[in-house]
């Protein structure tokens, strides 16, 4: 198919021809919804000189994909422990990576003492794992790599 590349950026289509087959379909309409997102965001911000709500840079852009997805991993294995041990899920997640943790909140705690009830949540606590711990607990769980790919996929 011979279509000039200008065309289809004209019409923000992709620009990888995998994606024009059939059976690619989804990931097609995937990218081309950030595209399409993308440029909206960038067109409002151009009709105002005001700071937005909205992200309008793609540095910004891409650390606002990467907290959801973390926000989703976070979501989805502390919903995961929470299954498979309730009120224990905690003591799933290996010790080494626990101490991690919780030294990270003692030290949170020791700055603002108040704010004590907001990691009585397993999902609260798991907010002071980096990105590379929740690999190291779904692994350490036993569990497969189809949690991950669910969230990537979204």
């Known amino acids: 198919m011979d279509i000039d590349i200008s065309r289809l950026k004209a019409q923000y289509v992709p620009n990888k021809p995998e994606l024009w087959e059939l059976e690619h379909f989804e990931e097609f309409t995937l990218e081309r919804r950030t595209l399409l997102a993308d440029a909206i965001n960038?067109?409002?911000q151009?009709?105002?000189e005001t700071p937005s709500l909205w992200v309008v840079s793609d540095l910004q852009?891409?650390?606002t994909r990467v907290n959801i997805i973390e926000r989703q991993m976070r979501e989805l294995i502390a919903r995961r422990l929470y299954d498979a041990r309730a009120d224990e899920a905690w003591?799933?997640?290996p010790r080494e990576l626990r101490n991690s943790i919780q030294g990270r909140i003692d030290k949170q705690l020791s700055e603002l003492p108040f704010e004590a009830q907001e990691f009585e949540t397993l999902e609260k606590r798991l907010e002071k794992c980096q990105f590379?711990?929740?690999?190291?607990?779904v692994r350490s769980?036993?569990?497969?790599?189809?949690?991950?790919?669910?969230i990537l996929k979204y």
């Open 61 to 63: 852009l891409l650390e």
């Open 42 to 44: 960038h067109m409002l």
């Open 132 to 137: 590379s711990d929740y690999l190291k607990i």
């Open 91 to 93: 003591d799933l997640i």
């Open 141 to 150: 769980i036993g569990c497969c790599l189809k949690w991950i790919l669910a």
């Open 46 to 48: 151009s009709l105002s």
